[in-house]
């Protein structure tokens, strides 16, 4: 499954760097799938959703840090955990419920993002 970040979050910033997908962004910013992955121009993802890597998409927080569930693959591929969890202060990144995802998903949005 995807990790999400809650309420509780102090937006102090250190998971963002720490996202090897760059999934995480700031509070109202915007968000795009080329971001931190090799994905460029239309793509048609996972999902069968062609979308274009380089627009800009809407934030899924105005107030918060967020994560997009379709960029998180917990950090499987790259980390034995999920990097944001481990680095956060408050224990504010935890799994998202509404996102529940197989090993072999994550393995194949890791792949799929980053062209492996």
Request: aromatic share 6%.
């Given at each position: 499954m995807a990790i999400i970040i809650t309420d509780e979050c102090i937006n102090c910033g250190a998971c963002e760097p720490e996202c090897p997908?760059?999934?995480?962004?700031?509070?109202a910013d915007d968000w795009r799938y080329k971001d931190g992955t090799s994905l460029q121009g239309k793509v048609v993802l996972p999902s069968g959703e062609e979308v274009d890597a380089d627009a800009a998409q809407t934030p899924i927080s105005d107030?918060?840090?967020?994560?997009?569930?379709?960029?998180c693959t917990e950090c499987k591929g790259f980390h034995e955990e999920p990097q944001c969890a481990a680095v956060c202060p408050v224990d504010c990144c935890v799994p998202d419920?509404?996102?529940v995802e197989s090993e072999e998903t994550l393995l194949n949005r890791q792949s799929f993002l980053h062209n492996e």
């Amino acid at each position: 499954m995807a990790i999400i970040i809650t309420d509780e979050c102090i937006n102090c910033g250190a998971c963002e760097p720490e996202c090897p997908n760059t999934a995480i962004y700031e509070g109202a910013d915007d968000w795009r799938y080329k971001d931190g992955t090799s994905l460029q121009g239309k793509v048609v993802l996972p999902s069968g959703e062609e979308v274009d890597a380089d627009a800009a998409q809407t934030p899924i927080s105005d107030d918060l840090y967020y994560i997009v569930p379709s960029k998180c693959t917990e950090c499987k591929g790259f980390h034995e955990e999920p990097q944001c969890a481990a680095v956060c202060p408050v224990d504010c990144c935890v799994p998202d419920d509404n996102h529940v995802e197989s090993e072999e998903t994550l393995l194949n949005r890791q792949s799929f993002l980053h062209n492996e």
